[in-house]
């Protein structure tokens, strides 16, 4: 779709909890990388996975990119958001985005 920006997205540990990291890429609606960015941390696998995706979202608002997907491996991480389910550090930043993306 014509000014889509698609977004990947991953995350991993190497324990549950332990040092862990997460990745995201961006690429335009012809599939030319725009954007990567990682994180390290302490957390989970799914930690990393949703840290992953709410500093993607959070990234793609500050450039002014709105038409966007997201794609994961990990249903779990994915379904947190729509559920309102992210870890309880991350909850305040997700509510914000919303906010912004409805003003």
């Not at 992953?52 to 450039?63: K, M, N, P, W």
């Not at 794609?71 to 729509?82: K, L, P, R």
Request: proline letters at 2%; hydrophobic letters at 40%.
């Amino acid at each position: 779709m014509r000014g889509m920006m698609k977004i990947n997205v991953d995350g991993a540990s190497r324990g549950n909890p332990d040092v862990s990291g997460w990745g995201v890429l961006f690429r335009g609606d012809i599939g030319q990388v725009k954007l990567s960015v990682s994180g390290l941390g302490v957390c989970t696998s799914y930690e990393a996975g949703c840290s992953g995706i709410l500093e993607s979202l959070e990234i793609a608002l500050h450039r002014g990119w709105t038409c966007i997907m997201i794609e994961s491996d990990s249903q779990a991480t994915v379904e947190a958001f729509f559920k309102v389910e992210v870890p309880w550090y991350l909850k305040a930043r997700w509510r914000q985005l919303g906010v912004e993306v409805l003003t």
